[in-house]
């Protein structure tokens, strides 16, 4: 007669009957749901970081590309030799013929659109207030190309007055209260030249857009004008400070800076969204690390709760397991009910933690709203963390990984004590029963 097969039906029945200890061995009923609500939590916690983690990195990278070009090629720095004192002073690189360098780069294969810009500080002032804002002088076209800045249920105003005066961020709008169609005074270092100096500028427009990008520091500095008339206020005269670039796949930028510099000649140089945030975002790749192992202790932890519950059921059940050894089970059939009897454990509490963290995940954005309410914006502060809001991102491969996670240490953790009792004696176990 053939033996039965490794996880046969009545393994199953064993195991399932042990979990469900009785009044009497309610310490086992005790442990075994301390493992489960332990593993749940370490679960959702798990998903829900990780998900947090991804959502906060999308929202980041997204408002960096809804309001920045991928790609900008400028002109290095010239240095100048003023032939009267011999002094030696750097200017910054100009770009002469910006439309045709413009078209040039915008015939390179994967390249989407291109556009010349003009940039400059200034002070804003209206109301008796002031703030530091940044100039990008751009066409209509170039502004209305910008997903963050056109959004309809975030801007003010109609972006298509944009050539009647500029466009503003949310947060100067907020600190210089203003209005559309209220006017901001705007005052840069390089003014007009006179034979004393040059004096500062000082002119006024008119607020005809207000545009809030998703980053509390763009919102709070940007200013956007036509070109042309950022090109007179700033003494540009047919010129421009930058090009910027838009590529198809920003994540693979780095692969048009050769043929960028190729194509945009000598003394060009080129710097991309990656360079001006690529530190931050690997600090928050390693932070995913981290905290991946940091919650994966947790689960462990949790884990091993499923062994102190088996130790005692092993103890508890001892006379059984000699009782069933003398009917013919195997040292492997023993192991392997007490296996099932942890394993289960390890399964419901993965579901139930998987369950939580993924409602949780889904609705922290608005669990974030309300204690951001009950703080009055202490729990969660624009300026500290750059983005508006808490997102969530969930993935599959953060879903998985954490089941795997789960269930793997689940399932090592009940090996020991599963070997305990099929290796118990069957006469020793039997002997005070």
């Known amino acids: ?16 009957r042990y979990l469900r200890a009785r009044r009497a061995e309610g310490g086992v009923s005790v442990m075994t749901w301390i493992s489960l609500i332990g593993i749940a939590l370490g679960v959702m916690a798990l998903i829900a970081t990780l998900a947090v983690r991804a959502g906060f990195r999308a929202e980041f990278v997204d408002t960096i590309l809804g309001a920045n070009a991928h790609t900008t090629v400028y002109m290095a720095p010239q240095r100048v030799e003023n032939e009267f004192t011999d002094d030696v002073y750097v200017v910054p690189g100009r770009i002469q013929d910006y439309d045709a360098m413009a078209a040039k780069l915008a015939e390179l294969p ?19 207030s002031s703030n530091v804002a940044e100039i990008f002088g751009v066409s209509l076209d170039a502004l209305k190309a910008m997903p963050r800045i056109v959004d309809p249920q975030t801007s003010q105003g109609s972006v298509e007055d944009f050539d009647k005066g500029v466009a503003i961020g949310a947060g100067i709008q907020r600190e210089l209260n203003l209005n ?3 006017k901001i005074k705007l005052i840069a270092p390089e003014g007009a030249k006179t034979p004393v100096g040059t004096t500062p500028r000082v002119k006024s427009y008119e607020v005809v857009y207000v545009f809030s990008a998703g980053r509390y520091d763009i919102d709070r500095t940007r200013i956007y004008m036509p070109l042309a008339e950022a090109q007179d206020y700033f003494n540009r005269e047919n010129v421009a400070d930058e090009i910027e670039v838009f590529v198809t796949d920003p994540e693979k930028v780095d692969d048009w800076t050769l043929p960028l510099l190729e194509a945009a000649g000598d003394g060009a140089q080129v710097w991309n ?4 945030s690529g530190s931050f975002l690997s600090a928050l790749d390693m932070e995913d690390d981290v905290m991946f192992v940091i919650l994966s202790v947790l689960v462990l932890i949790a884990s091993m709760n499923i062994t102190s519950g088996l130790i005692m059921l092993v103890k508890n059940k001892g006379g059984d397991i000699g009782i069933l050894r003398t009917m013919g089970l195997t040292e492997g059939a023993v192991l392997r009910v007490f296996f099932l009897c942890g394993a289960f454990t390890g399964i419901i509490g993965t579901i139930a933690g998987v369950i939580l963290g993924v409602l949780l995940a889904l609705n922290v954005d608005g669990i974030m709203a309300a204690l951001n309410a009950l703080t009055n914006g202490g729990a969660w502060q624009p300026e500290v963390r750059g983005i508006y809001r808490l997102p969530a991102e969930l993935r599959a491969w953060d879903i998985f990984r954490a089941i795997g996670l789960s269930l ?21 176990a039997l002997r005070y029963e």
């Open 1 to 16: 007669m053939s033996s039965p097969a490794p996880f046969s039906r009545y393994e199953f029945m064993i195991a399932w």
């Open 408 to 428: 793997a240490l689940s399932f090592i953790v009940t090996i020991f004590p599963a070997r305990r009792a099929a290796r118990m004696n069957p006469v020793e």
């Open 273 to 276: 969204w990656r360079d001006a």
């Open 180 to 182: 559309i169609g209220d």
């Open 110 to 128: 994967g390249v989407e659109r291109t556009t010349p810009i003009v940039r400059g500080q200034v002070m804003a002032t209206a109301n008796d």
